[in-house]
């Protein structure tokens, strides 16, 4: 089944404890996504890659960092977390661009005391 | 950047219409697209529409686009209650970044 798989769904942590959210599809795409949703902000991109070793910032990068060494994984890593990145986080991924659909991933919803 | 907007709420009676509207910003948007957000579920996508088109129909599910006042919507017929749900425009303008809206939160009632 073509999926976007996120890890974990649901996490509790505290302020400054490094932590990694880890994204995997099977779809062999090359584009790869998070985002990042708040009430009342809607979705708001934070990184992105257009392949393996290619990431750039989206809109939201502050305090956040990824990589792409392999092309069905795109973990997301806070490194020292604080409590505005508790959120609701969505990796996605697509063919080849991000102009193209975006298969979205199940969410990580992620509290940050 | 692109500037997105919904209105957050619209309550509808089952078996009306839904219409969800959406503005932006950035005219030279190449896809169009409209996302279903269920509860507890990661986005879904529900239909797409090119900028060079006007129109685009899917069962009960219409979107037209009016580029010259930048505007898109999607109507929604005879909405069911299993309709209800949060719904995202987004937009790709220049370069490999896909903007959404805020989102609106569609309930609909019996």
């Known amino acids: 089944e073509a999926q976007v798989t996120q890890n974990p769904r649901y996490l509790i942590t505290v302020t400054g404890k490094k932590l990694t959210v880890t994204c995997s599809q099977n779809?062999?795409?090359?584009?790869m996504s998070w985002y990042r949703q708040d009430p009342g902000l809607g979705l708001r991109q934070i990184y992105y890659?257009?392949?393996?070793?290619?990431?750039d910032k989206g809109d939201v990068p502050e305090g956040y960092k990824v990589s792409r060494k392999e092309k069905r994984n795109f973990p997301l890593i806070l490194e020292s977390p604080s409590p505005n990145q508790t959120s609701l986080y969505f990796c996605?991924?697509?063919?080849?661009?991000?102009?193209?659909?975006?298969?979205f991933g199940p969410g990580t919803r992620l509290l940050v005391l | 950047g692109e500037d997105v907007e919904q209105s957050l709420f619209l309550s509808v009676r089952e078996g009306d219409s839904s219409v969800i509207n959406c503005t932006y910003t950035?005219?030279?948007?190449?896809?169009l697209y409209w996302y279903k957000q269920e509860p507890g579920a990661g986005l879904q996508l529900l239909t797409y529409?090119?900028?060079?088109?006007d129109m685009k129909q899917d069962q009960r599910l219409t979107v037209l686009l009016n580029k010259k006042d930048k505007h898109l919507s999607l109507r929604i017929a005879d909405t069911q209650t299993g309709d209800s749900a949060i719904y995202f425009c987004?937009?790709?303008?220049?370069?490999?970044?896909?903007?959404f809206g805020t989102g609106t939160q569609l309930k609909v009632e019996l």
């Open positions: 529409i090119f900028s060079n088109m």
């Open positions: 779809m062999n795409h090359e584009y």
């Open positions: 996605a991924s697509s063919w080849n661009s991000g102009q193209e659909t975006q298969y």
């Open positions: 950035d005219s030279s948007s190449t896809y």
């Open positions: 987004g937009l790709t303008g220049g370069g490999n970044k896909l903007t």
């Open positions: 890659s257009m392949n393996v070793e290619v990431t």
